[in-house]
């Protein structure tokens, strides 16, 4: 063996040694299995291969190659779909999910068995009916129960809605703040609800996770200070007008305020009949849109209904309720029923999308389920994604609220092309009801 062979060989060993130590370190560093799978793929792909192909160059000859590269082989074939399917099943049995992790794409998509597994990731114990809502109506004579089926089987269609008892307003500020505050006073003096304004400061707002430059750590903490003062004062505005606008209100109001990691501030605001957060803004009170804004994290996070508010609204007269094939849009029905908002509102149920019986069925059990409970919902006329502005903005425009399980209804690659109604009606309506 030459000498060259020998030093590559040699090479290839040290850096797949070094790919397999750094994984090892992974595995003890990161936070939930999701994560650390990542760090496992890279030991057994990346650090095996190259181990792998410095044994065969060191023992050298045809053979060693061959049986070298078909190793490699097999762990690129078999490492993505052995790590696939553990991380299906770390999902539907439930694993943490590490804080940092902001949105759950597969919330109504797979069914999970989430429990209590820490304070920054608080959820309700998914019941069958949610389980079920990923499970399309199958066209093929086998009857697959469908989400709102399920959620018929648990929940009795004349239990009344239990009225708002315990109510958190989130106080990051905002141009939408004095919006949120007044709606949230308006619903808890309607309900006889205690009413807790909470003003919450990340601490760790502003701060890199990343790798900074040499000479850049006094830069990066500057900023992250600002960032922080600018989130102190938004909050204390918020905070004074809360104030003013409860001097006079007649029920239980009282003011709470926490500090530290996200993940811990957002837990104060867990285990309420209905959270009242303001729209277009993050948990620090800066301008955000569509999954970063405060609305969404909550609702991925399960931290029960969300309501979030762009304008205040006397009296809501309509309510719109999008449904497409697929989504999660019985979630949004049941969190209309508990929360017993709007009850004397008129809800439209509008399909989304080409007219199919799996639609057609969706859309007649929501109406069902909701009239069953009180509510004076019936189907609307339906939604062309494919259409223009002009012709959806008549069909949602004119609502004061809408029900919804997200705040963007895109699910495929393609739909990033067409006209998102729910996207719509969450930047034009001033209501919107989130799970």
């Given at each position: 063996?030459s000498a060259?062979?020998?030093?590559?060989?040699?090479l290839a060993i040290?850096?797949?040694?070094?790919v397999?130590?750094?994984?090892a370190?992974?595995?003890?560093?990161?936070?939930d299995?999701?994560?650390?799978?990542?760090?496992a793929?890279?030991?057994?792909?990346?650090?095996s291969?190259?181990?792998v192909i410095g044994?065969?160059?060191a023992?050298?000859?045809?053979a060693?190659l061959v049986?070298?590269?078909?190793c490699?082989?097999?762990?690129l074939?078999?490492?993505?779909?052995?790590?696939?399917?553990l991380?299906?099943?770390?999902y539907?049995?439930?694993?943490?999910?590490a804080p940092e992790?902001?949105a759950?794409?597969?919330?109504?998509?797979?069914?999970r068995n989430?429990f209590?597994?820490a304070?920054g990731?608080?959820?309700?114990?998914r019941n069958?009916?949610d389980?079920?809502?990923a499970?399309?109506?199958?066209?093929?004579?086998v009857h697959?129960?469908?989400?709102?089926e399920?959620?018929r089987?648990?929940?009795?269609?004349?239990a009344?809605a239990?009225?708002l008892?315990?109510?958190?307003v989130?106080l990051?500020g905002?141009?939408?703040?004095?919006a949120?505050?007044r709606?949230a006073?308006a619903?808890?003096?309607?309900n006889?609800a205690?009413?807790?304004?909470l003003s919450?400061?990340?601490?760790?707002?502003?701060e890199?996770a990343?790798?900074?430059?040499?000479?850049?750590?006094?830069?990066?903490k500057w900023?992250?200070?600002r960032?922080r003062?600018a989130?102190r004062e938004?909050?204390?505005?918020?905070?004074?007008a809360?104030?003013?606008?409860?001097?006079?209100?007649?029920g239980?109001?009282?003011?709470r305020h926490?500090?530290?990691?996200?993940?811990?501030?957002l837990a104060h605001a867990a285990?309420?009949?209905?959270?009242v957060?303001p729209?277009?803004?993050?948990?620090a009170?800066?301008n955000?849109?569509d999954?970063?804004?405060?609305a969404?994290?909550f609702?991925?996070?399960g931290?029960?209904?969300?309501?979030r508010?762009?304008?205040?609204?006397?009296?809501?007269?309509?309510v719109?309720?999008?449904?497409s094939v697929?989504?999660?849009?019985?979630?949004?029905?049941?969190?209309l029923i508990?929360t017993g908002?709007?009850?004397?509102?008129a809800?439209?149920?509008?399909p989304?999308g080409?007219?199919t019986?799996?639609?057609?069925?969706?859309?007649?059990?929501?109406?069902?389920?909701l009239?069953?409970?009180?509510?004076r919902?019936a189907e609307?006329?339906a939604?062309?994604?494919?259409a223009?502005?002009?012709?959806?903005?008549?069909?949602l425009?004119r609502?004061?609220?809408?029900?919804?399980?997200?705040?963007?209804?895109?699910?495929g690659?393609?739909d990033v092309?067409?006209?998102?109604?729910?996207?719509?009606a969450a930047?034009?309506?001033?209501?919107?009801?989130?799970p």
């Amino acid at each position: 063996m030459s000498a060259a062979i020998e030093i590559l060989a040699g090479l290839a060993i040290l850096a797949g040694s070094f790919v397999v130590g750094t994984a090892a370190l992974g595995l003890l560093r990161l936070r939930d299995p999701f994560l650390r799978m990542h760090a496992a793929t890279k030991a057994g792909v990346v650090g095996s291969g190259l181990i792998v192909i410095g044994a065969a160059l060191a023992i050298g000859g045809a053979a060693a190659l061959v049986l070298g590269v078909l190793c490699v082989v097999f762990l690129l074939v078999t490492s993505p779909i052995a790590s696939h399917a553990l991380g299906r099943a770390a999902y539907v049995s439930g694993a943490p999910i590490a804080p940092e992790t902001f949105a759950d794409a597969l919330g109504g998509i797979l069914p999970r068995n989430v429990f209590d597994i820490a304070p920054g990731r608080t959820t309700r114990s998914r019941n069958p009916g949610d389980a079920a809502s990923a499970l399309p109506l199958i066209s093929s004579g086998v009857h697959v129960m469908t989400a709102l089926e399920s959620s018929r089987a648990f929940e009795s269609p004349t239990a009344a809605a239990a009225p708002l008892r315990s109510m958190t307003v989130w106080l990051p500020g905002g141009d939408c703040q004095d919006a949120a505050i007044r709606t949230a006073i308006a619903l808890a003096d309607a309900n006889g609800a205690k009413l807790v304004g909470l003003s919450a400061l990340d601490s760790t707002a502003g701060e890199r996770a990343e790798m900074v430059p040499v000479g850049g750590l006094a830069w990066s903490k500057w900023l992250g200070d600002r960032a922080r003062l600018a989130q102190r004062e938004r909050s204390a505005l918020a905070l004074a007008a809360f104030e003013t606008h409860t001097r006079n209100a007649r029920g239980d109001v009282t003011l709470r305020h926490a500090e530290g990691p996200l993940d811990r501030v957002l837990a104060h605001a867990a285990g309420n009949d209905l959270i009242v957060v303001p729209a277009f803004v993050d948990h620090a009170g800066r301008n955000a849109h569509d999954a970063e804004e405060l609305a969404a994290k909550f609702s991925a996070r399960g931290a029960g209904p969300v309501l979030r508010v762009s304008r205040p609204v006397d009296t809501v007269r309509r309510v719109v309720l999008p449904v497409s094939v697929g989504d999660a849009s019985a979630r949004a029905v049941q969190t209309l029923i508990r929360t017993g908002l709007w009850r004397d509102a008129a809800i439209g149920v509008v399909p989304v999308g080409a007219p199919t019986d799996e639609l057609a069925l969706t859309v007649a059990r929501h109406v069902e389920l909701l009239g069953a409970h009180g509510f004076r919902a019936a189907e609307t006329p339906a939604i062309d994604p494919d259409a223009d502005r002009d012709s959806i903005e008549p069909l949602l425009a004119r609502a004061d609220a809408c029900v919804a399980a997200g705040l963007i209804g895109r699910r495929g690659a393609f739909d990033v092309f067409r006209l998102d109604p729910v996207e719509f009606a969450a930047a034009r309506v001033s209501l919107f009801l989130l799970p």
